[in-house]
């Protein structure tokens, strides 16, 4: 069947000009103005002077920007490595189940993910409450002082951590299930045949087939956790939120409390520039972990 070039091509760019124009008019129009606003001292609406450089060279001096990378690099640290690592357990052990059973389980750990944050919020809070929690009953039976976890320093952010680790981990888990499952049994089977162990066959057999799902699950949470915001938010509220700083929240206190649209427009970039070249360097390096293993 003759086909006309030109007309396959104008066929093609209607189908595609849809989701062209969407994408150019809220993801790279409002990344052009971020980077330009970036460059004066425009208040959140409204136009500024040019101000050039500065506002990056005064990231540079900002004490709480400084807080803000370490603390959202502190909260990587706890939530991406561990969180995939409880996703793969539990669809280790979510796949040695059967039937109803195993769809009950899986929902149970998946229902968390389709809460919205203010639940999530709500259900932490009542658990971990200092004057109400649940969990303060808990410490009260056992005679174990009360730890005010959302208006300590030391205990804010792992907090949030574990709640993130409970709120995220469901959609991890699906992308583990659904890789275990693409994994044929006939290899399991001969693995059985020659008296592997479960260890041998998790570290030569499921590890390894399982590696692009891993990279793709760390990738995913690492890009997340980095923009990490919602939750410290709320769990700050009525407590010390300069403390539990990180760089969305910088970038919302600079916009929306502090009216200074270029300062936190140029923190924004920053950010688009971290999120970017980690999320680059960690993809090179699973590449060659992942070659390294071939």
């Given amino acids: 069947m003759l086909r006309n070039p030109r007309t396959e091509f104008l066929v093609a760019l209607v189908l595609v ?39 990056y060279l005064r990231l540079d001096n900002d004490p709480m920007f400084r807080r803000a990378v370490w603390n959202t690099a502190y909260f990587v640290l706890m939530t991406v490595i561990p969180g995939t690592i409880v996703a793969l357990l539990i669809a280790l052990g979510v796949s040695r189940l059967k039937g109803r059973f195993q ?22 809070d009542w658990t971990l409450n200092f004057q109400f929690g649940i969990a303060m009953h808990v410490l009260d039976w056992l005679d174990i002082p009360r730890v005010p976890v959302f208006k300590s320093r030391t205990w804010f952010l792992p907090a949030v951590a574990w709640v993130t680790i409970w709120w ?57 956790q980095l923009k990490i915001f919602d939750q410290v938010y709320l769990f700050s509220i009525g407590g010390r939120p300069n403390d539990n700083m990180v760089l969305v929240y910088y970038v919302f206190q600079r916009a929306f409390q502090q009216d200074q649209g270029g300062r936190a427009a140029a923190a924004a970039v920053a950010l688009f520039v971290l999120v970017v070249v980690v999320s680059v360097v960690q993809f090179q390096l699973l590449r060659l972990a992942d070659g390294g293993r071939k």
């Fill in 17 to 55: 000009a849809p989701f062209l124009a969407i994408y150019l008019l809220v993801f790279v129009y409002p990344t052009v103005q971020m980077l330009r606003i970036s460059f004066t001292d425009a208040p959140l609406i409204g136009a500024g002077n040019w101000v050039g450089l500065d506002n």
């Fill in 103 to 124: 769809a009950m389980v899986l929902a149970l750990f998946f229902l968390p993910y389709i809460l919205p944050v203010s639940v999530v919020y709500l259900i932490w």
């Fill in 168 to 224: 995220t981990a469901g959609f991890s888990i699906l992308l583990f299930l659904a890789g275990l499952r693409a994994i044929p049994p006939e290899i399991y089977e001969a693995a059985a045949l020659d008296n592997s162990t479960r260890w041998t066959t998790f570290t030569r057999i499921t590890w390894p087939l399982l590696w692009p799902i891993t990279s793709l699950v760390f990738t995913i949470q690492l890009i997340l």
